[in-house]
């Protein structure tokens, strides 16, 4: 179930979030009405939060070499600098590759362009591996098999 949940980047309470983190962030911004009366609490910063770049985001990594695992805490790095952590990973078997979700910051801003370019590595058990940081899923990102 786990590999089937972190292809599909299916988050999980307490390991890929937490109450620190907002909908936003965690790419779930889909799943809240912004518009809903009465307005709910933290709708306000919400509004707010989505005014500005988001200096962190809850990002997917899938590992380009098939071997090793991610399990969850793995350092995640961007062009040489330390930039976050993976919450939660498991080896994909669709992907045939370890896949991970990870929190990572950016003062800048965690923006598409900053997770689309850059070399991004995992540490694992000491060593960087190579890895592809990305938005959607690795897996069916249009949920076509969903609703199939």
Known sequence: MDS???EKTYRSWG????CEDT??????????RLDKRPAFTGR???LAQREKPLVRRLLVFVVDDPEPLLYHDEPIWRDGA???????GAYGHTVGRAVGLGWVAHPDGVTDAFVTSGRWEIEVACE???ARA???PPYDPKSLRVRA
Do not use: M, T, Y
């Not at 390991?15 to 937490?18: C, E, I, N, Q």
């Open 4 to 6: 089937l949940r972190i």
């Open 15 to 18: 390991h890929d979030l937490g």
């Open 23 to 32: 909908p936003l962030e965690a790419g779930l911004g889909f799943a809240v």
């Open 44 to 46: 306000d910063a919400l």
């Open 82 to 88: 330390l930039v976050g952590r993976i919450a939660s």
């Open 128 to 130: 960087r591996q190579r």
């Open 134 to 136: 990305q938005l959607a």
